[in-house]
Structure formats: C-alpha cells, structure tokens
C-alpha cells in the first residue's frame, strides 16, 4: 500500500498562474482532506470531503476549489496563484470523520 | 467551539531523560484525541489515539499519553528520548458529532534531543 500520495512534490508558479495538486489514497477510506502548513501557525484545513461526492469549505478556502474525483482522489486548485499561497499543502483521508486521518509527503508550493 | 493548546511551543532535552509534552484542549462534548509527529520535511505520522475505553494510551516509538477528562488534558510522555526523537509534535482533537469529522490541530511542540 502507497497509502496517501501527492503530486508534484515541489512547484513555483508566477503569480497569476493556476495549478492543480493531486491527491490519491488506496486505504478506500471515505473521508479527504487538504490543509496548508505556514511557520508558526499550525496546520489550517482549507477544504475536506467527508464522502465522496461532497466537498465543504475548511477554515481557509479562499482562493482554492476542490474535486473528489471519485473515492480515491481528491484535487485542489489554484485558478489565480497569489505570493500568499506559498505554503507546503498536505493531502489527507480518514476511513470516517473524526477517525485519525494519514496523511501524503506534501507539496511545497513558491508563488513569485 | 473547540480548541486545543500546546502549551510549550519547544521543549529542549537531553538524550535519555523523560519528557512531556503538554496538550490542553476544550470542548463540551465527547471528543477523540490525537498526537501526531512530524519529522523534517515530511507529512505528518500518527503516533497514538484515543477514541474511548482506557484513558492511557500507548503509541509507537515508546510514546504514550493518557487522557484526563476533568483536566481536559491529554499529555504525552516518554521516558527516555533518543536523538531521532527530534521533530515537531501535533495534539489535535475531533468531534465525532460533528459534520465532517474534522481534526482540530494545537500550533506544535518541537522536541530538541541533545547529546
């Protein structure tokens, strides 16, 4: 098992330009989840998908939209990338809400 | 709301002394708790939980915690560190009667192993 996997693993981007991360799990858990980690502010949920076919906003969606593709994958994307998305985005899932969630590596993201 | 406090943004120690790492939290209802560890440069790893039944806790790496619901604490202890004990430490808390199930995350705790 790969368990959770995200690509690219490190992307710059001008601003402006838009980006998709990829996200897959293969443990058939329901629940996905993407948040980004900032130096000194923790990790912030961005959007989560509790089962598949439903995506809600997190604590910090601006500038994000969201695709549960199907059970396995879960993509963010960034129409318009601004330097206030430089960030590391981690990918997770869980087998239910509110179980423990495993997370992917990351993608460390640099918007100029 | 929940929320959930770390309440030593770094903990310095040397190699073979016990340490604890301290998680408050708050919360009206029932709750499962979580520690995680993150390494430098990579994701975050479970390394315990606590949804129910015995209040301590043992995880991986010789880890435990144990949860106190009068305190709402749910500290993590190990009694002797080793070098590769060197990382960032999360607690978070989930709802399981919330929509979404989502983990709420304290800002860290990171663990320095000196020789």
């Known amino acids: 098992n790969a368990g959770v996997t995200q690509t690219p693993k490190f992307q710059v981007l001008k601003t402006g330009q838009s980006m998709t991360l990829q996200c897959a799990q293969d443990m058939n858990h329901n629940s996905m989840y993407w948040y980004r980690q900032d130096p000194g502010m923790g990790l912030r949920l961005i959007y989560y998908?509790?089962?598949?076919?439903?995506?809600d906003k997190g604590e910090v969606p601006n500038g994000y939209n969201v695709s549960r593709l199907n059970k396995r994958e879960f993509s963010l994307r960034l129409e318009s990338a601004a330097p206030s998305q430089t960030s590391v985005y981690f990918c997770?899932?869980?087998?239910?809400?509110?179980?423990?969630?495993?997370f992917g590596p990351g993608t460390r993201l640099t918007v100029t | 709301a929940q929320s959930v406090t770390q309440l030593d943004s770094q903990v310095p120690v040397f190699e073979e002394a016990p340490v604890e790492l301290r998680c408050n939290y708050s919360s009206s209802v029932s709750v499962y708790l979580f520690w995680y560890v993150q390494y430098p440069n990579q994701g975050l790893q479970l390394l315990l939980k606590y949804l129910s039944g015995s209040t301590l806790v043992k995880g991986i790496n010789g880890f435990e915690a144990e949860f106190n619901k009068s305190q709402t604490s749910f500290h993590l202890r190990k009694p002797s560190v080793h070098i590769s004990d060197t990382a960032e430490y999360f607690c978070a808390v989930s709802d399981p009667r919330a929509r979404g199930g989502k983990l709420i995350f304290g800002q860290g705790t990171e663990l320095s192993v000196k020789p």
């Open positions: 998908s509790a089962s598949e076919g439903t995506t």
């Open positions: 997770a899932s869980a087998p239910e809400p509110s179980y423990e969630q495993y």
